[in-house]
C-alpha cells in the first residue's frame, strides 16, 4: 500500500509561482511512475505532467515551459515547480504513483486569481 501526501497549494496571482511537493510512503518509490493530474470545476480530470523512474518526463501541451516536474528519491517526494500561472491552472491537483497499481493523493487547490 502508498500513500501519497500532497502540499505547497494556495492561491496565487497571475504570473506567480507555486512548488507542488508529493511525499510517498513505502520503500520502493525510485520505481513508480509519478504523475501530477488536476480537475478544474465541471471538467474532467486531466494529466499534468508525469515522470518515470528513470527520470523522462512529459507535459500536457497546455504547461510545457511553464511547468516541471522532479523527484528526489532520497525523500520519496515528486515536486511540480508551476511558474508564469494563469487562471485557467485553476484546479484541484492530485499526485499519482503506478508501478502495478495505481494510487491517489488526497489532492490540494491551486487558485490563480487576481
Known amino acids: 500500500q502508498v500513500q501519497l501526501v500532497e502540499s505547497g497549494g494556495g492561491l496565487v496571482q497571475p504570473g506567480g509561482s507555486l512548488r507542488l511537493s508529493c511525499t510517498a510512503s513505502?520503500?520502493?518509490?525510485?520505481?513508480?511512475?509519478m504523475a501530477w493530474y488536476r480537475q478544474a470545476p465541471g471538467k474532467q480530470r486531466e494529466l499534468v505532467a508525469v515522470?518515470?523512474?528513470?527520470?523522462?518526463?512529459n507535459y500536457a501541451d497546455s504547461v510545457k515551459g511553464r511547468f516541471t516536474i522532479s523527484r528526489d528519491s532520497a525523500k520519496n517526494t515528486v515536486f511540480l515547480q508551476m511558474s508564469s500561472l494563469k487562471p485557467e491552472d485553476t484546479a484541484i491537483y492530485y499526485c499519482?504513483?503506478?508501478?502495478?497499481?495505481?494510487?491517489w493523493g488526497q489532492g490540494t487547490q491551486v487558485t490563480v486569481s487576481s
Open positions: 515522470i518515470s523512474s528513470g527520470g523522462s518526463t
Open positions: 513505502g520503500s520502493i518509490f525510485s520505481s513508480y511512475v
Open positions: 499519482n504513483a503506478a508501478l502495478l497499481k495505481v494510487y
